[in-house]
């Protein structure tokens, strides 16, 4: 009988997988809404009030985005002032949604990726993850690997897609 030879393991592929970069830590969204006058009106006294009495400490090691969900014009000093009390505590704060918090979240930590063991390999950046990876990752991993690597397809080792080869 053959033995089974694993050609994927033996071979100079790598596999990038961005969930294995996620950062554990609860996202939450901090929405204003509550803190203005009928949900439209900011007034700026009874605003700083709530933002003086508010217990900051419960968002010590979370990621955080400050929207507001009612249909208010809130001035931007709003939503810096609630931004600045969350510093001291939250791993990362954005204006913003969600997704903007996860992209911004994956913008910085690819960044500072060392990627010098994808040098002049073919790549696979896997593509099903149980955790919110946004689609703008994707595009900052590609910028920073495509200068250095062989070729970049996206799936799985049974089924790439090929999305980039160096032209020899």
Request: charged letters at 25%; glycine letters at 2%; aromatic letters at 10%.
């Given at each position: 009988?053959?033995?089974?030879?694993?050609?994927?393991?033996?071979?100079p592929?790598?596999t990038?997988?961005?969930?294995?970069?996620?950062?554990?830590?609860?996202?939450?969204?901090?929405?204003?809404?509550?803190?203005?006058?009928?949900?439209?009106?900011?007034?700026?006294?009874d605003?700083?009030?709530?933002?003086?009495?508010?217990?900051?400490?419960q968002?010590?090691?979370c990621?955080?985005?400050?929207?507001?969900?009612a249909?208010?014009?809130?001035?931007?000093?709003a939503?810096?002032?609630?931004?600045?009390?969350?510093?001291?505590?939250?791993?990362?704060?954005?204006?913003?949604?969600?997704?903007?918090l996860?992209?911004?979240?994956y913008?910085?930590?690819?960044?500072?990726?060392?990627v010098?063991?994808?040098?002049?390999?073919?790549?696979i950046?896997?593509?099903?993850?149980?955790?919110?990876?946004?689609?703008?990752?994707?595009?900052?991993?590609?910028?920073?690997?495509?200068?250095?690597?062989?070729s970049?397809?996206?799936?799985?080792?049974?089924?790439?897609v090929?999305?980039?080869?160096?032209?020899?």
């Open positions: 009988m053959e033995e089974i030879i694993n050609r994927v393991a033996n071979s592929l790598k990038f997988d961005l969930e294995e970069i996620y950062p554990e830590g609860k996202r939450v969204v901090f929405d204003v809404k509550d803190w203005l006058f009928e949900e439209i009106i900011l007034k700026e006294k605003f700083r009030e709530s933002v003086s009495n508010h217990d900051w400490t968002y010590k090691n990621f955080v985005a400050v929207s507001c969900s249909d208010a014009i809130i001035p931007s000093w939503l810096m002032l609630v931004a600045s009390e969350l510093t001291p505590f939250a791993n990362k704060v954005v204006i913003g949604d969600l997704e903007l996860e992209t911004v979240i913008q910085e930590l690819i960044s500072f990726l060392d010098k063991d994808f040098a002049n390999k073919p790549v950046i896997k593509g099903c993850a149980n955790k919110p990876i946004p689609n703008s990752a994707f595009a900052f991993l590609i910028a920073k690997l495509q200068p250095i690597v062989k970049i397809m996206f799936g799985e080792a049974c089924s790439t090929p999305l980039f080869k160096l032209k020899k």
